[in-house]
């Protein structure tokens, strides 16, 4: 049996495609408890990854904050539209970095711990969501900042 270039590519391209492509979330998940756990632990992995790395945040709550979005930081309002007006321009800065991000879920909650570096300043990042389902509904936030002349030499990572 022969393929054609074009034909291999093609199929290439869609399993790779089939396998990093990220799903909507829901809010209506059929499972076991463990399975909602293992599936809130990819969809925070996955926003993340869409968020932070990627830097794709229209994508990134597209996918996973699709409605009510429930915002505790002291800085900007609920509402997944006032977080998207803020978050889109401010992230878009090609110096605004995020490194050592790691993703956590459990009991119906997700965490985003990383470090966030603007220029010359430095920050280590706590993001907390709330799930319904595996859509995320709810978020708090915590910063840490980075001098470089801290006396713990494990500090924040």
Known sequence: MRFSVATFATVIVAAISSVTAQSPCTTNFVGTAEQLQAAQQQAIAD???????????QRGFDLFIPGEYINHNPFAQSGRQNALNVL????SSPSLTFTNVHAF?????GLLHYR????GSSTAVMDKFRFVGTCIVEHWDVGQSISGR???PIAFF
């Open 105 to 109: 879920a459990g009991q119906g909650y």
């Open 47 to 57: 926003f993340g990854n869409l968020f932070l790395v990627q830097k794709q945040i």
């Open 88 to 91: 889109v321009p401010a992230l």
């Open 116 to 119: 966030m570096r603007n220029g």
């Open 150 to 152: 801290e006396s713990n």
